[in-house]
């Protein structure tokens, strides 16, 4: 016999808000206390014109993380692109998608199925699959995700706390600088709380997770690796561009850490100079090849290079958008939302919102 699933569906406040990252971490969680766990991702984004392919690759990530056998897995109902787009609005495509959501839905066992939902608030509504749509629809409660910019984000969550209802479960605030910690605790959180809205995690900024692994960038730079192939797993906090005079990029590069810098294939001193500094990856534009003594510095020290095809702008916005869109798929980063759950999110708490009975107690 089936048993019958509760549901919980992640929204955001915005996109990239860490919606992938609480799924991981509370379905883990949820999993160490002996509960059967399954994961959907009802609609999917092909935003990405480098990565077509990204929502399918995070629903595998999910499945392999999490041990998922593929019962316990539901793929995207639908993909928003833009084709999808202008077939719903020239009319050429009338599903009536509630009902499709509920398709979806049936069958599936378990003691709780974790959805993800849209990137914001409004995305989905030309399908009728909107974060609050979607909740109504499976009756639903939502955990939301809210990244912390400044104390005014207590606007967002009481507006979203008027828009979703009493479908709002509660919310965990997301990449929390350390010297606001404090304050957040002591002043947002309260307010929340007495507003109606239960606070159940606050996760520090961590830069780990805030990082692109080199293998990474090269993928989306569609780079040529000169050296070190093997070291492609180092992860890079922060991007530097080396065009000023070697003095002064000593200085600057010697303030920084686990850089990837990207300069001229032709700028030798700047390149050999980010090589004695905390560097993970050096990015060479223009397709100039280095020569052989920095290769050989490169290798000594096992940082990769990297040649592109690129000017030095092109290289960079393509940087700035990869850390703009991170992913999860480094075990490092795994362990390190996994250490952040255990330590910042109340999950006995959730559970007993949920109504769930864990085979294994504490």
Not at 52 to 80: C, G, S
Not at 82 to 106: A, C, F, M, P, V
Not at 139 to 159: G, N, Q, T
Not at 200 to 212: F, I, K, T
Request: hydrophobic content about 40%; overall charge negative.
């Amino acid at each position: 016999m089936v048993k019958s699933a509760k549901y919980l569906l992640i929204g955001s406040t915005e996109a990239y808000s860490g919606k992938s990252a609480t799924i991981l971490g509370v379905a883990h969680q949820l999993q160490a206390k002996g509960l059967d766990i399954a994961y959907g991702k009802p609609l999917g984004t092909h935003t990405n014109t480098n990565q077509p392919d990204a929502t399918e690759e995070d629903v595998r990530f999910m499945m392999e993380v999490l041990n998922l056998p593929e019962p316990r897995v539901l793929p995207p109902l639908l993909f928003l692109d833009t084709e999808t787009i202008q077939k719903r609005l020239q009319g050429e495509d009338s599903t009536n998608y509630h009902q499709s959501l509920k398709q979806y839905i049936q069958q599936r066992d378990g003691d709780l199925i974790l959805l993800e939902g849209p990137g914001t608030l409004s995305e989905g509504s030309l399908f009728n699959l909107s974060l609050q749509e979607v909740a109504q629809t499976l009756e639903a409660p939502v955990l939301l995700v809210a990244r912390f910019h400044s104390v005014l984000l207590v606007e967002s969550l009481l507006s979203a706390k008027q828009y979703l209802g009493e479908y709002l479960l509660g919310v965990l605030i997301n990449d929390i600088p350390t010297d606001q910690l404090s304050m957040v605790e002591s002043t947002l959180r309260p307010f929340l709380e007495q507003q109606g809205i239960p606070v159940l995690g606050m996760w520090p900024r961590s830069q780990l997770l805030r990082s692109v692994s080199v293998r990474e960038l090269v993928k989306q730079l569609h780079a040529e690796v000169l050296c070190r192939s093997d070291r492609l797993d180092l992860m890079v906090e922060t991007l530097t561009i080396g065009a000023m005079n070697v003095s002064a990029a000593l200085k600057y590069f010697r303030k920084r850490s686990n850089m990837a810098v990207v300069t001229g294939g032709d700028r030798t001193d700047i390149q050999m100079a980010a090589l004695e500094t905390s560097t993970h990856c050096l990015i060479l534009t223009g397709h100039l090849p280095p020569p052989d003594f920095v290769l050989h510095r490169a290798e000594e020290l096992e940082i990769p290079v990297l040649s592109v095809d690129l000017d030095t702008l092109s290289t960079v916005e393509i940087i700035d958008h990869a850390f703009g869109q991170v992913r999860l798929h480094e075990p490092i980063k795994v362990q390190c939302i996994q250490q952040m759950m255990n330590q910042h999110f109340d999950i006995e708490r959730l559970i007993s919102q949920l109504g769930l009975e864990p085979a294994v107690t504490a």
